[in-house]
């Protein structure tokens, strides 16, 4: 299980990523529009860098959704290795068959 304060920290980033996203992309399309003046651009990119730090997507960190595991993480399942191993020994993952011998 991983640290519960790195499980609300992410989900504080979600929160935050999903509060700025219109008006990042706004400032991001004015800051790529090359026929915009440059001081507007420019204008437009200081306004960028005061939003906070982890409202961008890119510091999204995928982890495991039952227990937080920040590696060793499948992104069609939304579980970890550990977790898929497991699920799949009670038969809860439809359509896989673990093998035992």
Same mark, same amino acid.
């Given at each position: 299980?991983?640290? !519960?304060? +790195?499980? $609300? #920290?992410?989900?504080?980033?979600e %929160? @935050?990523?999903a509060?700025?996203?219109?008006?990042? /992309?706004?400032?991001?399309?004015?800051?790529?529009?090359?026929? !915009?003046? +440059?001081? $507007? #651009?420019?204008?437009?990119?200081? %306004? @960028?860098?005061?939003?906070?730090?982890?409202?961008? /997507?890119?510091?999204?960190?995928?982890?495991?959704?039952?227990?937080?595991?920040?590696?060793?993480?499948?992104?069609?399942?939304?579980?970890?290795?550990?977790?898929?191993?497991?699920?799949g020994?009670?038969?809860?993952?439809?359509?896989?068959?673990?093998?035992?011998?």
């Amino acid at each position: 299980m991983a640290k !519960k304060s +790195m499980v $609300e #920290r992410e989900k504080k980033r979600e %929160k @935050l990523v999903a509060r700025y996203a219109t008006k990042r /992309a706004a400032l991001k399309e004015i800051i790529n529009d090359k026929d !915009k003046p +440059m001081e $507007e #651009r420019f204008r437009a990119s200081l %306004k @960028l860098a005061e939003l906070p730090r982890n409202s961008s /997507a890119t510091r999204l960190h995928n982890r495991c959704q039952l227990t937080g595991r920040p590696h060793a993480y499948y992104r069609k399942l939304k579980v970890s290795r550990i977790m898929l191993r497991e699920l799949g020994s009670f038969g809860q993952i439809p359509g896989l068959v673990k093998s035992s011998w």
